[in-house]
């Protein structure tokens, strides 16, 4: 933490998380269901310490961009609370949506349609300070800087228009945008996932440099487990809408406690031929969302259900600090009732 | 203050800058299994060719010079545009003068290259000061259309929900006529005139204008980089004025232009019917009515309004398709 320079906007101190998620919840309705509505994030808590990168990983539809989106306000959470260094989010005495939208910034992983096509990318940039009160020519200044950052020559590819650019000069110019706010934490959304290893690789690498430069706190969506361990600190572990495990990256890929995450660890590529995977370690689609199974959200794709995963929830543990790891699974639970279950 | 404690006191650990090769997947292995992590940022991409690079419209003026069919037909439209507004300068006759003795001269009758009308007027002078009715009738309604339309589309398309389903359902309602049938309607409720005549035709553009707007507002709203806007803290007049209006006035703009020939032969129509300028008033129209009795004594001269008519609106239609092709930013 030491490494952290100090920040007059840093109110809660080193201890103080950047930002607290509790029970946060969103729930889309579905036409024509009946009442019936897509459990998108359901009761997710977790934190994100100043100065670290969260990672957070699941499958398509597991509630992972929703969940940037709550975090960023863009959608109203039905319940649950944000705390941002210290503040809650948007309620009297708390920090307001505007302040907080001051502080976090949010990058997509569409990065052509992130920009707005019919705008020179130094525009685009020069938006955000602009319309959080910098006068045109201040705010034109900071595109240029930040466009510099990022590695991109604000006299050449300043005047551009989206179109005219790369996917990796695209996905840079989306960084600047973030940045150019001057934000305290960033939302990564899948940055990297539409674009190719080269090219993922010297983004990453950027996003790694400016997070030290500029002091940043990262949120790292992803469904690529081998990019998120190269990036965070911690990973959160998402499926159909909730949490499954959580805990420091080394911890969660040297030790999965959840069979979910073991199954997504042992369904990267290898490397080396002669570990070769032979059968698919999960099989079949995450069920449905509107009507996700009982108990355990996992149980109907795990190797391990019993009885127990089909009528109790399993709990995500307490975390107590920072290096805890804990799993929402019944196995990890003493006396759960899983023949399997740790005994205590 | 809440007491927060139960979740996660956090005390994040910063990784160093050089990570252990074991922590690695292989592609990321650069030198000797550590990752090369540089503190400046990289500059292979300032070397990238200085390519030259053009505003928007200058993109756009760039493509039309090269495309000799779309500037042939704009400058028959800016010849017609300049002809009617320097009427009394080239007119060669009074368009009112009439005379009993010369009444439907064919063309070149002395001195009167177009030949005359049914009360002896020169037709030459009364096309040229035609051109006036017909392009004023045919460009105002649109702009008016365009402004009330491209405001309610926008505005609809970009709340959504219940407005945008009220504001559109109102249109089709006005959609459920064929759109002569509904300019005459009003037309001829409201009484003939000129000014009325342009209202009747504004309203009938009104719903096209604004599906146009609409589609467009719709399409822009879900991207990315207006929710991007919305999360550096831009409020929705901002976004609008910034972000939705320069991407939607390009498609409104072309339908506007395919709009201008329609306008001017559906008020060509209506001065036919009598429900437009009111003779003596020269109008393209209104001449095409009062001249179609006399089509088996000079019948070429009874055609040259609808001749005008003709060459107005496909050089119209020509230009703005031109300008269509040549607006698309991504060709």
């Not at chain 1, 950052?149 to 179109?163: A, M, S, W």
């Not at chain 2, 072309?254 to 008020?267: G, M, N, Q, T």
């Amino acid at each position: 933490m030491s490494s952290l320079a100090y920040d007059p906007r840093d109110r809660g101190g080193p201890q103080q998380p950047m930002l607290i998620a509790r029970d946060l919840r969103k729930h889309f309705p579905v036409k024509a269901s009946g009442g019936k509505s897509v459990q998108a994030v359901d009761g997710v808590s977790f934190s994100v310490g100043k100065g670290e990168t969260l990672g957070v990983v699941g499958e398509s539809g597991c509630g992972k961009s929703t969940l940037a989106r709550l975090m960023l306000h863009l959608i109203k959470p039905d319940a649950g609370e944000l705390v941002f260094d210290g503040d809650p989010v948007g309620v009297a005495p708390g920090i307001p949506i505007d302040a907080l939208r001051r502080q976090v910034q949010i990058v997509f992983q569409d990065s052509y349609s992130s920009l707005n096509p019919r705008m020179p990318v130094r525009d685009s940039v020069a938006f955000g300070p602009f319309v959080q009160g910098k006068r045109k020519d201040e705010a034109r200044q900071v595109a240029r800087d930040m466009l510099g950052k990022v590695g991109l020559d604000p006299e050449i590819f300043g005047p551009r228009y989206p179109h005219e650019l790369s996917g990796g000069q695209k996905q840079r110019v989306n960084i600047a945008r973030a940045l150019a706010t001057g934000p305290r934490m960033v939302i990564l959304d899948e940055p990297v996932s539409a674009l190719d290893k080269s090219i993922e690789a010297q983004v990453l690498n950027l996003l790694r440099a400016l997070k030290r430069q500029l002091n940043l706190t990262y949120v790292f969506i992803s469904h690529d487990l081998n990019v998120v361990r190269y990036i965070s600190d911690r990973v959160l572990v998402m499926y159909l809408g909730r949490i499954v495990e959580f805990g420091p990256i080394d911890a969660i890929f040297e030790r999965p406690l959840h069979p979910y995450t073991r199954a997504l660890l042992a369904s990267r590529p290898s490397m080396d031929p002669a570990r070769r995977i032979e059968l698919p370690p999960i099989s079949g689609d995450p069920p449905n969302p509107i009507e996700p199974p009982s108990g355990c959200r996992f149980r109907t794709r795990c190797p391990f259900a019993e009885m127990v995963c089909e009528t109790a929830d399993p709990m995500l543990g307490p975390l107590q600090g920072p290096q805890s790891h804990v799993a929402a699974c019944h196995m990890q639970e003493a006396h759960s009732g899983h023949s399997l279950a740790a005994s205590a | 203050m809440t007491d927060y404690s139960s979740v996660i006191p956090a005390k994040a650990g910063i990784r160093g800058d050089e990570v252990p090769a074991a922590a690695l997947d292989p592609r990321f292995r650069g030198n000797g299994g550590v990752i090369k992590t540089r503190s400046e940022p990289f500059l292979e991409e300032q070397a990238a060719p200085a390519t030259k690079v053009r505003g928007y419209w200058e993109s756009v003026f760039h493509r039309l010079r090269r495309d000799p069919v779309t500037l042939v037909f704009a400058v028959i439209v800016l010849l017609i545009v300049l002809a009617a507004i320097c009427a009394p300068l080239i007119a060669p006759f009074d368009p009112y003068k009439e005379s009993i003795v010369g009444r439907l001269k064919p063309l070149g009758w002395r001195g009167h290259p177009l030949g005359t009308d049914e009360l002896g007027r020169d037709m030459l002078s009364r096309l040229i000061y035609g051109g006036r009715v017909s392009l004023l009738m045919g460009i105002v309604p649109v702009l008016i259309a365009s402004l009330i339309g491209g405001m309610l589309g926008i505005a609809g398309g970009f709340i959504g929900g219940r407005t945008n389903t009220a504001v559109m359902r109102t249109m089709d309602v006005f959609y459920a006529f064929p759109s002569v049938l509904l300019a005459v309607a009003i037309a001829g409720a409201m009484g003939g005139g000129m000014a009325n005549g342009m209202l009747a035709l504004s309203l009938v553009f009104i719903p096209p204008m604004c599906r146009v707007a609409e589609t467009a507002t719709t399409q822009i709203r879900a991207l990315d980089f207006i929710e991007a806007a919305r999360a550096s803290g831009a409020r929705t007049t901002t976004i609008i004025r910034y972000h939705v209006l320069g991407n939607v006035l390009g498609p409104v703009f072309i339908y506007a232009s395919s709009l201008v020939s329609v306008s001017i032969l559906l008020a060509s129509g209506l001065s036919f019917l009598g429900l437009g300028v009111r003779p003596p008033v020269p109008d393209w129209g209104l001449m095409l009515s009062t001249l179609r009795q006399s089509i088996y004594v000079v019948p070429f001269v009874c055609a040259l309004p609808g001749l005008a008519i003709f060459i107005t609106s496909i050089c119209c239609n020509l230009v703005s398709d031109g300008l269509r092709a040549a607006m698309d930013v991504r060709m």
